[in-house]
């Protein structure tokens, strides 16, 4: 930091009384301030205007009354009122609205009740799924931590965290939860899970001493940050930021900025809404003009304007839409996916890019030994996380464990505090030497083993040492850092005895460790070293044993996921707070790598917005990234026309899961902050399922299209036979209140079912949708005005022999209802690669068959005769209804299969070109490779 700048900062004023920044609006957030790691402690103070003994409570009161209380702010709430009221903005729910004034205007009031129960529903619906972010924050605010222990005056005081302000001087203990951002001024041994904020499960070291060069959140181990809590020893800070200032309060304001970009499926069906209002607009008005051209009354024409209108509503498809997805959230949650919202269902399916997390969703979040070196000789060790099974792999041969391993693995296990009762209990590390022992047959020696001291292991040392007692034997056992360890070695354990340790040695064991960790293996030396009694416990003069090197796994299961997103076109990206070689070492062994870039969170920061633009589409791991970076990264996808889901489970991941088109959270590890900002959480943290659910989204959304495409269809069929009726001077074909009872009862019943379809085999080796195409293309809509025409032509042929009208109109209705069951198998395989049993979908069977007594009822039941306008049919009737049905069933499906033949015929590849070549004479022997045949070909 420049003098210049520093002085400024020293000013009367101070750093913190000038750039006041709001993020979101109505909610301060201490801005524009220094660097605190790269700052000396001395510089800290000066800075923030306090002293080492803590500031005054005159000065902390004045302080307060600036800075405000210590907690995460909300900004204003959306009322509740609002917030429902904003539920019938969509396109399809205005129309109905629309539909629902004018069946009251003309006193149409069944069908006025019916339409507004659909419209309330939905709504209802739609509020309680909302207010996210509220409940998000709240989870941020538990925890915060309650109480803190601070210097005022220079007297120890136990204060509420809210009245935390910066300059105050505060003592942490282990077990303790950080309650504010701190810069440290003295510790001793302090480790920090900081897991809730970067979602790395290994507890960080702490230290007082600067770091010069900048760096990301993950690598200030000077600084404490809010909400994350220390597991190993003891320190003093000074508060450097309260409230929305600290990185938690960052990340409440991000995930306040209110989501307001609709999923897939809410801009498809927008557009279909928009497509059918037009629709309906020019139906009407075309019915009315040709209505008053031939002479008739304009009431009259008003009236049939609106029965056109009427049937050109799909009134059930809203309903049915969210009756499916709802359906689907159940499904979904017997393959450990856990859905929270309606639309993120089928947004699933539409996803293109895949922003996952490392830790514990690509891994088992388990550290793992996976190379031994002992006695001269690495051995591989098989097994994942803490399964206590595996064998040591010498050349690919199973291998006998010799006694230098058997003693590099006893001292991983007795210099160890973690324990295995039911559940493993610990630091990852050595839980990963307990279960490496057991692997090699070597029992908890901790029992017999008394031990008398240990010393602890610290930042400066880089080891940690016990001295236990068995059998009237005083041993040290000591693990640590490799070069730290080979610094107080004198001899080594080698050919089955105790040698001098030589520089030839300690160079091979230097090149080994470079190996290990090349592989991004967190590698530990060991040594031992037998006592006299009532010698000095130092730690020198040790016999080195050999090394472990360890790492957190890739899940079985995940390299076979990666294999189906690349088959479906699905791109992944690895996001990490972990070290760049680590990254890239998992990702390889994935098969995410190949070839592609790594970027870093610092090298994000050095780039422009062109810049890295540019290079996103190749780069596949993110490594040592914050909050913002996800963000970022996030908004960079999406620019760049893809829909993301993005996966996380620590308080930094929120805003980015709340950002992206798909959160992910992971049920086990996931903080309550990440699953509320969430879309869906992962009951088992794993990879695979999120590809599961993708499939189920890509099925949904599949059999979205063949329910809308049935609907429509039926509709069109509608307004055809109307309008024709019209156009010819024929009496209406159908009533408003029997277009109402085909449009939410007989048709939404195996619209359900067509929605409950089988899904394709093969949806997974075919690429995502175009998220800008419609639910409805030219070339579908096209086929469904067909479908509609044919029906209508039927219809109304039906209608037409018939002599009186009260027996044609229910014929004509009742024909309707059966023929739209038929129909209904024509949209089922609707796919140049898919076909289906005809009883593979036993829902439809059942829709279908509950459809058939219901009507009979409309048109058998005396007191529904007046209601419907119906009147019992002779049976021959039903033998033309019947028949009429399998002819239309016939030239519909008859049309399909033309269309699919040529989309068949499209997609298949074409044959290469023959072309002639000159006949050469080749012997055998100058072409061994060569079959007879290609030989003739030649």
Aim: proline residues 5%.
């Amino acid at each position: 930091m420049k003098q210049k700048t520093l002085k400024a900062k020293e000013s009367k004023k101070g750093w913190f009384r000038k750039n006041q920044k709001k993020i979101p609006p109505g909610i301060p957030v201490q801005a524009a301030q220094p660097e605190w790691y790269k700052l000396g402690v001395e510089e800290v103070l000066r800075v923030l205007e306090s002293e080492p003994n803590g500031l005054s409570d005159q000065k902390a009161s004045e302080r307060l009354e600036k800075f405000g209380l210590n907690e995460i702010k909300e900004k204003k709430k959306t009322p509740a009122v609002i917030q429902f009221l904003l539920q019938f903005t969509e396109v399809l729910i205005i129309i109905l609205l629309v539909a629902t004034i004018v069946s009251a205007v003309l006193r149409e009031f069944l069908d006025a009740i019916v339409i507004f129960a659909i419209v309330i529903l939905n709504a209802v619906m739609g509020f309680l799924h909302e207010r996210k972010a509220e409940k998000a924050v709240a989870a941020l605010k538990k925890m915060l931590a309650p109480k803190a222990k601070v210097m005022r005056d220079g007297v120890v005081k136990v204060i509420d965290s809210r009245y935390l302000i910066p300059g105050d001087v505060l003592l942490l203990e282990v077990g303790e939860r950080v309650p504010a951002d701190c810069r440290i001024m003295e510790s001793m041994n302090l480790k920090v899970n900081e897991s809730v904020l970067t979602g790395e499960s290994v507890p960080v070291e702490k230290y007082p001493e600067v770091i010069k060069e900048t760096t990301t959140i993950p690598e200030r181990k000077n600084l404490l940050f809010s909400g994350t809590t220390a597991v190993y020893g003891h320190c003093k800070a000074i508060v450097t930021s309260t409230g929305m200032g600290t990185e938690f309060g960052k990340i409440a304001a991000m995930l306040q900025v209110e989501k307001k970009e609709s999923t897939p499926l809410q801009k498809r069906l927008d557009k279909l809404g928009k497509l059918l209002g037009i629709i309906i607009l020019v139906i009407c008005a075309g019915t009315m003009g040709a209505g008053i051209a031939q002479g008739r009354d304009w009431l009259e024409m008003f009236l049939v304007s609106v029965s056109l209108a009427v049937a050109a509503i799909p009134e059930a498809l809203p309903a049915v839409v969210t009756i499916i997805l709802a359906l689907a959230l159940t499904k979904m949650a017997k393959r450990n996916a856990i859905v929270r919202k309606l639309p993120a269902v089928e947004t699933l399916g539409s996803a293109t890019v895949i922003c996952t997390d490392k830790t514990g969703t690509l891994t088992v979040n388990e550290m793992t030994v996976r190379k031994v070196f002992a006695d001269g000789k690495v051995l591989d060790v098989t097994g994942e996380g803490y399964d206590k099974t595996g064998n040591f792999i010498d050349s690919g041969q199973r291998a006998e464990i010799c006694e230098g391993v058997r003693l590099l693995l006893e001292t991983g296990l007795i210099c160890n505090n973690a324990v295995w009762d039911e559940q493993p209990l610990g630091d990852p590390t050595e839980i990963a030497l307990l279960v490496s022992a057991t692997k090699a047959g070597i029992p908890d020696l901790r029992k017999d083993h008394e031990r008398l001291d240990e010393i602890p292991f610290d930042s400066e040392r880089k080891k940690m040492s016990v001295i236990c007692e068995a059998d009237g034997k005083r041993t040290m056992y000591t693990k640590g850092a490799v070069e730290k360890i080979l610094d107080n070695c004198t001899h080594m354990y080698k050919g089955g005895r105790i040698e001098v340790l030589t520089q030839q040695d300690i160079d091979n064991i230097l090149e080994i460790n470079h190996a290990f960790a090349t592989s991004a293996l967190r590698v530990l030396a060991f040594a031992r070293r037998e006592l006299e009694e009532g010698a000095h416990s130092e730690e020198k003069d040790l016999v080195f044993l050999g090394l472990q090197g360890m790492i957190d796994p890739p899940r079985p299961e995940v390299k076979e996921a990666y294999q189906k997103c690349q088959q479906a076109g699905v791109k992944v990206v690895m996001i990490t707070g972990d070290h760049k070689d680590t990254a890239v070492a998992v990702a390889k062994e994935i098969g995410i790598m190949d070839g592609d870039m790594v970027l870093t969170g610092a090298e994000l920061d050095a780039m422009e917005e062109e810049q890295y633009a540019q290079i996103a589409p190749q780069v596949r791991v993110y490594a040592r990234v914050s909050p913002q970076h996800k963000v970022r990264i996030t908004d960079m996808y999406k620019k760049m026309g893809h829909v993301v889901a993005m996966t996380g489970d620590g308080i930094n991941d929120a805003p980015a899961l709340k950002r992206s088109d798909i959160g992910v959270a992971m049920g086990i590890t996931g903080t309550d902050v990440t699953k509320e900002a969430s879309d869906m959480v992962l009951a088992d943290d794993n990879f695979a399922t999120i590809v599961s659910a993708i499939e189920e989204g890509r099925g949904i959304y599949d059999n979205i299209k063949k329910f809308v495409y049935y609907l429509l269809s039926s509709n069109f069929a509608e307004v055809i036979t109307i309008f024709a009726a019209i156009m010819l001077k024929m009496p209406l074909p159908l009533l408003p209140v029997q277009i109402l009872w085909i449009n939410l009862v007989t048709d939404s019943l195996p619209a359900i079912a067509l929605g409950m379809e089988p899904y394709e085999l093969a949806i997974m080796k075919r690429p995502p949708r175009n998220p800008r195409e419609g639910i409805v293309t030219q070339g579908i809509m096209a086929y469904l005005v067909a479908v509609g025409f044919i029906t209508a032509a039927a219809t109304l042929s039906l209608f037409y022999i018939e002599e009186s009208v009260e027996t044609a109109r229910t014929i004509a209705f009742t024909f309707f209802v059966i023929v739209e069951k038929f129909i209904a198998y024509n949209f089922r395989s609707f796919g140049p690669f898919y076909k289906v049993s005809f009883i593979s979908n036993k829902q439809l069977l059942l829709a279908c068959a509950i459809s058939f007594p219901l009507q009979a009822a409309i048109v058998y039941v005396p007191f529904l005769n007046p209601i419907f306008d119906t009147v019992p049919l002779p049976w021959w009737n039903w033998l033309e209804i019947i028949g009429a049905s399998f002819a239309v069933f016939g030239v519909i499906e008859g049309i399909k299969r033309l269309l699919l033949y040529f989309e068949r015929k499209a997609h298949r590849p074409k044959a290469p070109k023959r072309t002639k070549m000159k006949r050469v004479k080749i012997r055998r022997e100058e072409w061994p490779g060569g079959s007879a045949i290609q030989r003739n070909q030649l």
